[in-house]
């Protein structure tokens, strides 16, 4: 296992706790962690990664990186799909990530790197493929990231890009237009700024220069505030009160609506996560 460092770049403090999770107080990174653990353990994430895994397709002997692979659940995954004879580089930005990721290690062929996907500390054409689930959402420049995931993988190698369209997240069972209100205040908060970065990888993989590209929408559908809670901190009244950005009394009328729709059963949220998969051309 191997370890180096990145430098820091001040911008991404600006975005989601997700940007800089090392910059977080100690209370707000464990509540980041097990939000992340959480997550992949949600059966629509799952199904999202079912969906990326089908497309990507990981063989034996195949070295991958997975960029911004969090606590290396997933990369842990590869590393079963490509077995002993391949590897798998899992590469986060946040070191106290890393150490998480390092402390649940399975003994799978999986090295931890720190590192940003935006200046991968990598040689050109040095792996067969890339996974880089929900990432590119919380970096400052996404195609410079495409880029560098690009040089890094082979001609021929596939890159797997899974991200969030957060502009189609919809709400029923509450009050019209209270789910809009709350979303606008908590944009840049819970949320990246730029909120649409899932519709918008195809046309990045294009732009880059990837052929053969799929993308596939995935819906996530929740039917209970609980379940949604999970992977949407708008509907989860665990997240502490000072990291809400909406003003007095707002949250707590949403709250009250979102569990009311519970208990009445007819509380509905949709969102949609893109799995955009492209191949490295010759140079
Ligand atoms: C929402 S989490 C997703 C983690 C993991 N891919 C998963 O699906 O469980 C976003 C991850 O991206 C990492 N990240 C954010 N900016 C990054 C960057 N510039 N380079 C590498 N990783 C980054 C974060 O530290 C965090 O682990």
């Known amino acids: 296992m191997e370890m180096n460092n990145c430098g820091m770049e001040p911008a991404q403090k600006d975005r989601t706790p997700f940007s800089d999770i090392d910059a977080l107080s100690a209370q707000m990174s464990e509540i980041v962690l097990d939000a992340l653990t959480a997550m992949g353990r949600h059966p629509e994430i799952q199904r999202v990664r079912r969906v990326a895994f089908d497309s990507l397709g990981p063989r034996p002997g195949q070295r991958l990186l997975d960029a911004g692979s969090g606590s290396g659940d997933v990369a842990r995954m590869l590393a079963g799909m490509v077995g002993g004879s391949g590897e798998v580089l899992a590469l986060d930005y946040s070191a106290s990530l890393t150490a998480t990721a390092i402390d649940r290690h399975d003994g799978s062929n999986v090295r931890y790197l720190t590192g940003d996907v935006c200046a991968l500390d990598l040689p050109d054409d040095c792996v067969d493929g ?15 990231a495409i880029a560098e995931l690009a040089r890094v993988t082979r001609p021929g190698g596939r890159i797997c890009l899974v991200d969030t369209d957060w502009g189609s997240l919809a709400f029923d069972g509450m009050p019209a237009g209270l789910g809009e209100v709350v979303m606008a205040h908590v944009r840049g908060h819970f949320t990246p700024k730029q909120h649409d970065m899932g519709r918008t990888l195809r046309r990045r993989l294009v732009a880059a220069g990837l052929t053969r590209l799929t993308a596939t929408p995935v819906t996530c559908f929740f039917a209970t505030p609980e379940s949604a809670a999970v992977v949407l901190p708008m509907v989860n009244p665990e997240v502490p009160v000072e990291v809400w950005a909406t003003p007095p009394g707002l949250r707590d009328e949403w709250l009250a609506c979102v569990e009311a729709a519970g208990a009445s059963g007819t509380f509905l949220a949709v969102l949609t996560i893109w799995v955009v998969t492209g191949t490295v051309p010759g140079r």
């Open 130 to 144: 890339v996974w880089c689930e929900r990432v590119l959402q919380h970096v400052d420049d996404a195609d410079r």
